[in-house]
């Protein structure tokens, strides 16, 4: 690469460690420009984290990859590929391609299964549709990334054969497809910080051939010497303490060899020429955006796939879907149904220009004569709510909104602005804040009901609060971690009361000081008075009881659900399961619909008429919902995962490090394997799912013997016996009980989707892979396929599976 041989080794070092928090370094010389980074995966936030700079908000994995619909991923892909270039962004830091391990892992919502050939299949077209737009996919974290607790440091222990067959398979299946980037994870493996791991070496750039840049999780680049020699090419963000100058200083005094620095650059190089980003007029400049206006085509897209994902779970009495012209009273109650929850926490949440809450989608879709009563039930918030501009005016301009000011250590201003909310993550402009030593925020708060009013401050540090200039709160915030996501998304906060009467006004101003390894966070927040729990429980019953039908909405939010922090209980949170108790047993035609980006229990789920698990559906979750209801479409979705009756029947629940390991015992048996070796039955298996149609399997063709390392085709005859047309997914499993080598009892080999008409009998063709046959050899270091005979099971989900044959191997 002749570029190479223009930089010298300190601009080499300095290329490769990274130029700011979200960009790399620019090199004039070149006419290379700083290459932009995005969080992912469910829209592009871009370089700010900013509620005035809003994104799409798509619905989450578990979503996508529930609708087993790879060119519906793909197309969502390309949107994101679109929003990527309106935001001037070229890398998108996505998909997350760890497995569901365990059901509490808190950051499963951004993972999309438990199998890895089903992870792979869809990380893969989610990557294709990305890059199709000139965009980077980035594969991460790779790898055995499947726990918060500790995260930062935990050791995971995977024998080879697990690593190979489980955790590294869908990494390896974003290389077939041709991912550009891949990102090196915090935790070690085997003793081995991932920035330092010879993982980066073999398989991935060796075996697999992987010719893009491996890029470091934020700040795990912790070493020069050893990170210097592994296969990480860039570290990130920058400039990063250990790269840069030290990295030059240990190429020059030789325990860095440089070719393994040129192999960084070059790597990095070729990112560059992928995506537009050599030799432009100006090598400081950003890609241009690009406007793509949210129009109807787009919201029907992400109405499509919050649809398609959703899994309809329980249907007894076909209660679904309803029928809206016999309706006069819908009753729609939880705390999950107004406030619409659409994504998890943590560096994956964007801010959505607007949203459709499974309240407003059921209004929407209702004609006016129809009376549709709301009522919470319950309440599960645990962190206090920003300010919104509806009910507070700038303090100087009377515009809705706040005024958020940053000062230095004289008072002096350094930049100020007018806010929408209280929430202030960061500036929604850039500019220069090295002398900040002061954030405040004011407004004018009108009380829209009497009552004793909670206001709170979230951040850290010094923290002050005042109303109409007496001061309420006074006190010093110290950190609980020293996690970036708790930092910089969720610190502490404190909370003081006021009593305020029906549109009381009062000036309310927050400050706090800024230390820089404290972040910048700060938001006023205002919750209005509660009334007593038992009052909200009765008044939903109520309702219930009123009503024709009644829609109950629990389940988690970004709070329960978040990067930073594992799940302690997989219970709904508050008192949502007496709701859904209380109201089943007033009205009988009760559906219930689960929010929630990962596994619940649902000791409820024999009570109600149907069941309905719709994930965090993204923006246009309401409007899906309400076409599921009403008919207008079927629900698409299978399980990504198996669900649990009781939290402890999970066949892996430890996300908790013993002296800083987290041993994966387990070994292949992850997720329904872990089932089927256990003899426990969940309440719900993988693939399972069961739309609007009724299915039946008719006939499984095979090959009798087939030839190793080749693909083969299954042929599955189904029938829709159901009164409507609809898709099904056709499910392929492999068992091979005799046998050498410890398998899992069966594993998932192909599946695919298909349609039928009422009546209408379907033959579906399924491809298997060679690897679907072969295991790991940690003896020979390569893959091998045990001759003899596989028992082939084909069925709509793991637990049902009516179909056999047999194939010979060999």
Same mark, same amino acid.
């Given at each position: ?15 490769? #460690? ?7 370094s ?46 519906? !991923? ?17 890398v ?9 391990? #365990?059901p ?43 726990s918060?607790?500790q995260?930062?440091?935990?050791d995971?222990r ?11 398979? /869908? ?7 041709? !991912? ?23 398989p ?26 592994a ?5 990130m ?22 070719? +393994? &620095? ?8 070729r990112?560059?020429?992928? +995506? ?72 994956a ?21 129809v ?76 009380? /829209? ?41 969720s ?30 966070v ?18 939903a ?9 009644v ?17 302690? #209980? ?12 209380? !109201? ?51 629900p698409?979705g ?25 041993a ?12 089927l ?18 299915w ?12 190793p ?53 379907v ?37 049902? &599976? /009516? ?8």
């Amino acid at each position: 690469m002749a570029q190479l041989a223009a930089l010298d080794l300190e601009d080499k070092a300095r290329l490769v #460690s990274g130029g700011g928090t979200f960009r790399t370094s620019a090199e004039p010389a070149l006419g290379l420009r700083p290459i932009i980074t995005s969080d992912g995966p469910v829209g592009v936030r871009g370089e700010r984290w900013d509620e005035a700079d809003t994104a799409l908000a798509l619905p989450s994995p578990t979503a996508m990859a529930a609708s087993w619909d790879e060119d519906l !991923v793909h197309r969502l892909g390309e949107l994101l590929a679109r929003e990527a270039r309106r935001k001037g962004v070229d890398v998108l830091l996505a998909p997350t391609l760890n497995l569901h391990r #365990s059901p509490v892992a808190g950051r499963h919502f951004e993972c999309f299964s438990e199998d890895p050939l089903l992870t792979g299949r869809i990380g893969a077209a989610y990557i294709s549709g990305v890059q199709s737009g000139g965009v980077a996919a980035t594969a991460k974290h790779y790898v055995a990334n499947e726990s918060e607790t500790q995260r930062l440091t935990v050791d995971a222990r995977v024998d080879e054969r697990t690593l190979r067959e489980v955790y590294l398979a /869908p990494f390896e299946a974003a290389v077939r497809a041709g !991912v550009w980037v891949v990102m090196s994870a915090y935790n070690q493996v085997n003793g081995e910080p991932m920035c330092e791991s010879s993982l980066l070496t073999e398989p991935l750039k060796g075996e697999w051939g992987f010719e893009g840049v491996v890029v470091s999780d934020w700040g795990a680049v912790q070493s020069t010497t050893r990170s210097g020699r592994a296969g990480v090419d860039l570290a990130m963000p920058g400039p990063n303490e250990h790269w840069g100058a030290a990295l030059a200083a240990a190429v020059r005094d030789g325990v860095v060899p440089e070719p +393994l &620095l040129d192999d960084k650059v070059r790597r990095l190089l070729r990112l560059a020429e992928r +995506l537009g980003a050599l030799e432009r007029r100006s090598a400081s400049a950003r890609p241009p955006r690009q406007p793509t206006p949210v129009d109807a085509a787009t919201r029907g897209l992400l109405r499509q796939a919050a649809a398609a994902g959703a899994v309809l779970l329980s249907n007894s009495g076909t209660l679904l879907p309803l029928d809206s012209r016999a309706l006069r009273r819908v009753a729609v109650l939880g705390p999950n149904a107004a406030v619409a929850r659409v994504q998890g926490g943590g560096s994956a949440a964007v801010f959505p220009g607007a949203v459709v809450s499974p309240l407003d989608g059921i209004r929407a879709a209702l004609s006016a004569d129809v009376q549709v009563g709301y009522a919470s039930g319950v309440r599960t918030a645990l962190r206090p709510t920003p300010l919104e501009r509806a009910h507070c005016r700038h303090p100087v301009t009377g515009e809705p909104g706040l005024l958020a000011r940053y000062l230095d250590t004289a008072g002096e201003e350094l930049h100020v602005e007018h806010r929408l909310s209280g929430r202030i993550l960061e500036p929604s402009v850039a500019t220069d804040l090295s002398a900040l030593a002061t954030i405040e925020v004011s407004t004018v708060f009108r009380a /829209p009901a009497p009552g004793r009013w909670r206001l709170g401050v979230i951040g850290l540090g010094h923290l002050l609060l005042m109303a109409d200039g007496q001061v309420l709160l006074d006190a010093y915030v110290t950190p609980d971690s020293d996690d970036p996501t708790y930092l910089h998304v969720s610190p502490s906060f404190r909370q003081v009361e006021v009593d305020l009467t029906v549109n009381q006004e009062v000036a309310l101003l927050v400050r706090r000081t800024v230390e820089a390894k404290h972040g910048r966070v700060l938001s006023l927040a205002v919750d209005p008075p509660q009334a007593p729990l038992d009052a909200e429980l009765a008044a939903a019953v109520e309702l219930a009881r009123a009503a024709d039908a009644v829609v109950v909405v629990v389940g988690t939010t970004d709070e329960h659900e978040s990067e930073g922090f594992d799940r302690t #209980s997989l219970e709904l949170p508050g008192e949502q399961n007496a709701l859904v108790t209380a !109201v089943a047993a007033a009205n009988p035609a009760t559906v219930v619909i689960v929010n929630s980006g990962g596994p619940v229990l649902m000791p409820w789920r024999n009570e109600v008429a149907a069941t309905l698990l719709g994930w965090f559906p993204g923006q246009e979750g309401g409007g899906a919902l309400a076409d599921i209801l009403f008919g207008r479409t079927e629900p698409g979705g299978r399980l990504p995962t198996s669900w649990p009756v009781r939290q402890q029947d999970a066949p892996v629940l430890d996300t908790q490090p013993q002296n800083g390991v987290l041993a994966y015992r387990e070994g292949v048996h992850v997720g329904y394997r872990g089932w089927l070796r256990s003899g426990t039955e969940p309440a719900y298996w993988f693939g399972h799912g069961l739309g609007y149609g009724r299915w039946e399997y008719l006939a499984v063709d095979a090959p009798g013997h087939v030839t190793p390392g080749a693909e083969w085709t299954v042929r599955v005859t189904l029938r829709n016996h159901g009164p409507r047309s609809s898709r099904e997914v056709a499910q392929l499993y492999l068992a091979r009980p005799e046998s050498a080598v410890e398998r899992p009892v069966r594993w998932l080999a192909g599946f695919a989707a298909v349609r039928a008409e009422p009546g209408e009998e379907v033959e579906v063709h399924i491809p298997v892979s060679p690897r679907a046959l072969q295991h790991w050899s940690v003896e020979h270091q390569h893959w091998l396929a045990e001759p003899g005979t596989f028992t082939l099971l084909a069925g709509p989900s793991c637990g049902v &599976l /009516p179909l056999t044959a047999t194939v010979e191997l060999g």
